[in-house]
């Protein structure tokens, strides 16, 4: 990954055409680099759903644990997901999650060296460096 803010990893973002939840409308815009202050607002407020683990029994976590997963060149990166169908298809061994307003994690990301996805896999795919998680999604009003 480089040191850009925005890491863009599927180009062809135009086949999916609109709709989608405000949210995923939020995060076309932001990867169709057409993003304004209300976009990044709407993304920072939105809720995601964060992979807890694969056993589908038993109490829920109750400390929020991120989930990391080291790519091949060494990168870290934390998934995170506008819905469960989407977690599903990327990750379909995860059968837990939890609700995370996107701007409250980004508010508490704690490391420089870890990376943000959001909707792993999808045509509005966005990764972000830990700077562009502070950046573009620590908001007040979130």
Known sequence: MTDTAI???VTD???QGGGGSA???ALRAVVE????EAA??????SEVLLPTGTDA??????????PVFEQEDGTELVPVFTTQDRMEQALPQ???HRNVVLGVLAHG???ERLSLVIDAGTPEELALTAHGVKELLDREET
């Open 7 to 9: 890491g863009r990893t």
């Open 13 to 15: 973002f135009h086949s």
């Open 23 to 25: 949210a995923q409308q």
């Open 33 to 36: 680099g057409t993003v304004d």
């Open 40 to 45: 990044l607002s709407t993304l920072a407020r």
């Open 57 to 66: 029994e038993g109490p829920a976590p109750k400390a929020l644990t991120l």
């Open 94 to 96: 995860i059968k837990r």
């Open 109 to 111: 990301w704690p490391s």
